[in-house]
């Protein structure tokens, strides 16, 4: 380790907490960055941690979507009076070193957490501070040279202390990409479904995944291709696949409320190319996952993938019939393959053995697990011999469900097909869609033939004040084949 060391403020968007951690240990191990942690809650927005130096910085800066901006820390203490005796004697102590930014434009932003103040008492905070050898004008607006001076008054909006806990002033180095979120909007978005990835998560996942530029990508669950945006923007070229023809040829009905009928140019592609990410599309391929068509030294730097749960999209794999109808088939016939549930045990089985294949050594499987609350333990996490279990981060979904991104790395290219290889213990919680729509007091079969009788009581009624009932399961059926023709 290196003797020269530089503490920086990190200032996190406090916003999916549980990621940050392992966002921040990536992106340090994509770089190659050297690095001390100072801080012991990591669930504050800020953070003191020690860089090499300002490159070192920078690096980190470029790829974290949950940082909002870096510091060069110039002090920090509890009080008011502490603070205020560091900070003299940091600039006491760097005389030189401070010369550069003496001169400059520059403005000072004060900002508190978990505290308003008003406009009057952050001039006052700043007018404390008029021993900084600062020479330069006042720019608002374009300055050369940016300061912040933070007041942190804890985590609880319940029991907001008088003084504040920690106090900081650095001199800003980077801002992180929080644009890249509402560049990659959804609401923007040329191609969406009803699962689409979220941009934010989206991002996490490629940065969790390592994605680097010429790295190759696959998603083997594509479905409109939002992970692979976040993956192209990060310099990566993707693959796709998806079982689902009607969403990968843009047929399937709109998620959009204001949207009838999806236009002729709505795939996958078009999200990369809307994105400038165009030259990165390799190909999107509609296949069923239980049946691998990869060859065997076919390898890829990373996959990411959010497998269908059952609720939103179904969960299916393709079934051949061992004995078929008489008299159904004719030469001219289209051959619609038969389908079956494709249960989740034996999905993420499937998947982990997948990655062990055909994953570079280093390389990383990075997906989402559904679960109920109630059965979270560490034994329903899948596991394969071949895959280290590197980041386990959870996201809420409701008060009963959560999800959690898992990220895998491969140990060693030594592949064998043999199912002893998985320690996959998948109890209760991997019947998740059973348990989703069964777990209330009314069972989903109860309440669907509460609603049929609710529905036969509206005819009855309606027909009674001469109302002319349309069948909707006829309009359905005339709406699904004006989408063929």
Request: glycine content about 4%.
């Amino acid at each position: 380790m290196t003797n020269s060391w530089k503490k920086y403020i990190l200032w996190f968007a406090q916003e999916h907490l549980d990621f940050r951690v392992a966002e921040f240990n990536s992106i340090v191990k994509l770089f190659g960055l050297k690095h001390r942690k100072l801080n012991k809650n990591l669930l504050k927005p800020f953070w003191i941690v020690e860089f090499v130096n300002d490159e070192a910085a920078h690096q980190f800066a470029s790829r974290s979507v949950t940082l909002r901006c870096i510091y060069e820390l110039w002090s920090h203490s509890d009080t008011y009076k502490n603070f205020h005796e560091k900070l003299r004697s940091h600039i006491g102590t760097s005389g030189n070193v401070l010369e550069p930014f003496t001169k400059c434009s520059f403005k000072i932003v004060v900002e508190t957490y978990n505290k308003h103040i008003s406009q009057k008492e952050k001039v006052e905070k700043i007018e404390t501070l008029d021993y900084l050898p600062f020479q330069g004008e006042v720019d608002l607006k374009t300055p050369e040279e940016e300061w912040c001076y933070i007041e942190f008054y804890g985590l609880d909006p319940m029991a907001v202390p008088k003084e504040p806990e920690d106090i900081l002033f650095g001199r800003l180095i980077a801002k992180g990409q929080r644009e890249l979120i509402k560049e990659l909007s959804l609401k923007k978005r040329k191609f969406i479904g009803n699962t689409s990835m979220d941009a934010q998560l989206s991002l996490l996942m490629a940065n969790q995944a390592l994605v680097k530029k010429f790295d190759l990508v696959l998603d083997p669950f594509v479905g409109t291709g939002s992970l692979l945006v976040s993956a192209a923007k990060f310099g990566g070229y993707v693959f796709g696949s998806d079982i689902d023809f009607m969403m990968l040829h843009g047929r399937s009905r709109p998620s959009r409320i204001t949207q009838k009928t999806r236009e002729k140019d709505e795939r996958v592609r078009s999200n990369l190319e809307q994105y400038g990410c165009g030259a990165r599309y390799m190909d999107v391929i509609i296949s069923d996952f239980s049946q691998p068509l990869w060859r065997d030294g076919l390898k890829f730097d990373s996959i990411i993938t959010d497998p269908p749960y059952g609720i939103r999209e179904s969960t299916e794999k393709v079934e051949s019939k061992n004995t078929s109808k008489l008299n159904t088939r004719t030469t001219d016939l289209p051959h619609y393959p038969s389908t079956s549930h494709y249960a989740l045990q034996q999905l993420y089985a499937d998947l982990l053995s997948f990655a062990a294949q055909h994953l570079k050594v280093g390389g990383r499987l990075v997906c989402w697990l559904p679960y109920h609350r109630e059965d979270y333990s560490n034994e329903i996490i899948p596991r394969h011999s071949g895959l280290a279990l590197v980041a386990n981060s959870e996201q809420p979904l409701s008060g009963l469900t959560s999800r959690r991104l898992l990220t895998y790395e491969k140990l060693e290219d030594t592949y064998v097909q043999d199912n002893t290889q998985l320690t996959c213990i998948l109890p209760n919680a991997y019947d998740f869609r059973d348990r989703y729509f069964n777990n209330a007091i009314e069972s989903r079969a109860e309440r669907r033939m509460r609603k049929v009788e609710q529905r036969q009581i509206g005819r009855t009624e309606a027909l009674k004040r001469g109302k002319v009932i349309t069948d909707s399961k006829e309009a359905k059926n005339n709406l699904n084949k004006a989408r063929f023709s």
